[in-house]
């Protein structure tokens, strides 16, 4: 979800998945435990800790196998409050090119792949029977709730269902450095390849300041109206310097 990766610190987690390489950031641990610490105990921290680190990983990894479709070699680093999976192009392997399309589902696929886990549970819990188990608890069906008699076990597929669901169509939204900020991008470039940018950054700061006042005024939650008021600030900055860098 942010863009530029982390230096490299003695702390970080190596590790590797489906061959593909994995850093962890140790400034992940801190925020994960700074968004959870609204939780009852130790024990609700850790699970939301591991909820956001599965899920956070799942999303990258839909990132980075679609990558692998189009012949690139990804490698994922999770930081921050978010995750980062990249490649160089000039590594490519095979006679794929990446393009407007392939653009376009490298960075829908990590979102996909969150909601594509979310129907999977979802659906596991309808194949055992325990339909009835499974609820709606927002006004438009998006966000399930799934119960068990193990109220760790709850929480903790429940924590991933929000990260998954929410933050996964969240990341659509057309925000830089959101996934559907880059999806916009490549649209608005495929059809104005002179301006594309620049109208890709417009948009980005109307989305962020629409979302900022939707967070305030109508979810009542000042967290998101300062993240997407930042975001909004943030595209502003970067839309003023390539403009005035355009110029020269």
């Not at 990590?110 to 194949?127: D, I, R, W």
């Not at 470039?189 to 005024?217: C, K, N, W």
């Not at 979810?219 to 860098?245: D, E, H, K, R, W």
Request: charged residues 10%.
């Amino acid at each position: 979800m942010l863009i530029g990766e982390p230096s490299r610190t003695p702390y970080d987690l190596n590790f590797a998945l489906f061959g593909i390489p994995v850093r962890v950031h140790p400034l992940f641990w801190l925020v994960a435990v700074i968004l959870g610490a609204n939780r009852r105990d130790g024990i609700g921290i850790l699970t939301w800790v591991t909820a956001m680190f599965f899920s956070i990983l799942v999303h990258e990894l839909g990132h980075a196998w679609m990558m692998r479709l189009y012949r690139f070699r990804p490698w994922i680093v999770l930081y921050g409050m978010g995750g980062l999976t990249s490649y160089d192009p000039r590594d490519a392997f095979g006679s794929k090119r990446s393009d407007t399309l392939a653009n376009i589902l490298i960075s829908a696929a990590g979102p996909v792949a969150g909601l594509l886990l979310a129907a999977a549970l979802v659906a596991g819990f309808f194949a055992a029977g325990r339909g009835d188990h499974v609820i709606f608890t927002d006004p438009w069906n998006l966000q399930p709730y799934v119960w068990l008699p193990n109220a760790r076990i709850t929480a903790l597929l429940n924590d991933v269902l929000q990260i998954c669901v929410i933050w996964g169509l969240v990341n659509l939204l057309p925000v830089y450095p959101l996934d559907g900020g880059q999806i916009a991008r490549e649209v608005f470039l495929r059809f104005s390849p002179g301006d594309g940018i620049r109208q890709s950054m417009l948009l980005s700061i109307f989305a962020a300041i629409g979302m900022a006042v939707y967070g305030y005024v109508r979810l009542n939650q000042p967290y998101i109206a300062l993240l997407f008021g930042y975001l909004a600030y943030s595209s502003f900055v970067a839309m003023q310097n390539y403009v005035g860098g355009s110029r020269w």
